[in-house]
């Protein structure tokens, strides 16, 4: 295997306890802080030659959102570092009972095209603030920012530690025949049951950050002009090729004939009335990708915009009204600048029509009524929720972002990100002597024993207290 040799080095120097010391931990860290400062023009550049992404959008994806990332770990990982002191029973208080916040040793982490610098980078900081080695995996599809890794990362980090693998699909079936003691991959469904299916000869646990078809309600109380901006900015940042952008709306006929107008009117205050012209508006990664969405774009109605380029891989902010559920835009996860309306009656229906479909990676719902937005919450399923905008919640590290079902398996984020990449080995360090205590446990067993045992070892239920 020809990466069989990458593998043993980097297990090796995990092995040396290498990584282990904070000091260590937090060197590492503040290089990722380095690169992400003297790196940034070239990020930018770099990822506004794979996908036109404005540098607005890059700043705040690519950078910002990783420096907080970044300056939460650097600010707290002396705490998560710390050993968790446990409850004991009445045999063991004069013990040593905890939690010890282990690293696994050598992870891969696998990141995906749309966010080349953060769905790597924030990985990568949670795996270095657990002590672990890695290997890093960008996309070939943003071929512009996987050199840009491949030939700077290895000049912030530890080569003996941290590498970074390179290619397609080949290399990445190579990379996986070997034994690592974490995978995080990010990307597609059936690309993650193929990672789960390689970690599984192994035993290797792993975290899958995949996708899915995001509903959005909007409910026939809600101010129009403010969802309409929050919608389309969600739908259509980074062109829409966001994972947690909403993948279409479910509202009544009233709604959407309110919406339309208000739809337009939003998507020329943020693009202009060309969208194409617009400083501000991406273009789609690959000919591959854009030849699949503007396939999609057979659904229903074209409400607004439909405009398309191949050579520019340009598609136009598009809102699909009349779509079917049997549609082609409602058969897959869209992964681009299009919005198809589906019509439903009530808030009930939506909450059947969501609760029918995989489990998705966020839900969104829109009322001015905050029951409204709760039923949603409590009556449906999904990785992360977001009342009246969209893709916030994904911006706060005190939140753990991850899948359920479809859309995933694990979380990330904030100390989610280290706790994931940490294994918590449950630890008990007993006192040598005081071995009385330890008789009631010991053959021959009587009755007297076994009601010491009970006494000291037995977990009773906390009575409620009645006020009389």
């Known amino acids: 295997n020809p990466y069989a040799g990458l593998v043993s080095h980097l297990r090796a120097s995990w092995l040396s306890g290498k990584t282990r010391p904070m000091e260590y931990r937090v060197a590492q860290l503040e290089a990722l802080g380095r690169f992400l400062d003297e790196k940034k023009q070239e990020i930018l550049e770099a990822t506004e030659l794979d996908m036109g992404k404005p540098s607005f959008e890059a700043f705040f994806s690519e950078i910002l959102l990783c420096k907080n990332e970044l300056n939460v770990t650097l600010n707290n990982l002396c705490h998560w570092m710390k050993d968790e002191y446990v409850d004991k029973n009445l045999v063991m208080q004069l ?113 899958l950050e995949l996708g899915g078809k995001n509903p959005c309600y909007v409910s026939d109380t809600c101010d129009v002009t403010n969802v309409a901006r929050r919608v389309v900015w969600g739908r259509f940042f980074n062109a829409g090729q966001t994972c947690i952008a909403p993948d279409y709306l479910l509202c009544t006929v009233e709604m959407q004939d309110k919406l339309m107008p208000a739809l337009r009117e939003a998507i020329t205050e943020f693009f202009g009335p060309n969208p194409r012209e617009s400083p501000d508006f991406g273009r789609i990664v690959s000919d591959k990708q854009f030849r699949r969405i503007r396939a ?69 719902a829109f009322s001015c009524d905050s029951k409204v937005v709760n039923q949603v919450l409590e009556r449906t ?88």
């Open 95 to 207: 013990d040593s009972a905890f939690i010890r916040k282990d690293p696994y040793g050598v992870v891969l982490i696998i990141a995906p095209w749309n966010y080349p610098i953060h769905l790597f980078l924030v990985p990568l900081i949670g795996a270095i603030a657990a002590g672990n080695c890695a290997i890093i995996k960008p996309s070939e599809i943003s071929k512009n920012t996987e050199r840009l890794i491949a030939e700077t990362l290895s000049c912030y980090l530890d080569n003996d530690c941290f590498a970074v693998v390179t290619g397609g699909v080949p290399e990445t079936t190579r990379l996986l025949e070997n034994k690592f003691d974490y995978i995080f991959f990010t990307g597609s469904p059936p690309v993650g049951r193929i990672v789960m299916m390689a970690a599984a000869k192994h035993l290797t646990p792993v975290t």
């Open 381 to 468: 399923s999904s990785g992360g929720f977001c009342g009246n905008d969209t893709l916030m919640h994904v911006t706060l590290t005190s939140l753990p972002f991850g899948g359920i079902g479809n859309s995933g398996l694990g979380k990330y984020h904030g100390k989610f990100t280290f706790d994931t990449f940490s294994h918590h080995r449950g630890c008990l360090h007993r006192n040598m002597g005081l071995e009385t205590l330890n008789t009631p446990r010991y053959p021959p067993y009587t009755q007297q024993k076994l009601g010491l045992l009970t006494t000291t070892f037995e977990v009773k239920r906390r009575g409620t207290c009645t006020l009389l």
């Open 296 to 364: 999609l774009l057979a659904s229903g109605r074209v409400a607004i915009g439909g405009q398309t380029d191949e050579a520019e891989r340009y598609i136009a902010p598009t809102v699909l009204a009349d779509v079917l559920p049997s549609d082609p835009a409602m058969q897959e996860e869209i992964f681009g600048p299009i919005l198809p309306i589906i019509i439903i009656a009530n808030m009930d229906e939506a909450i059947d029509f969501i609760n029918a479909r995989p489990r998705p990676l966020a839900i969104y």
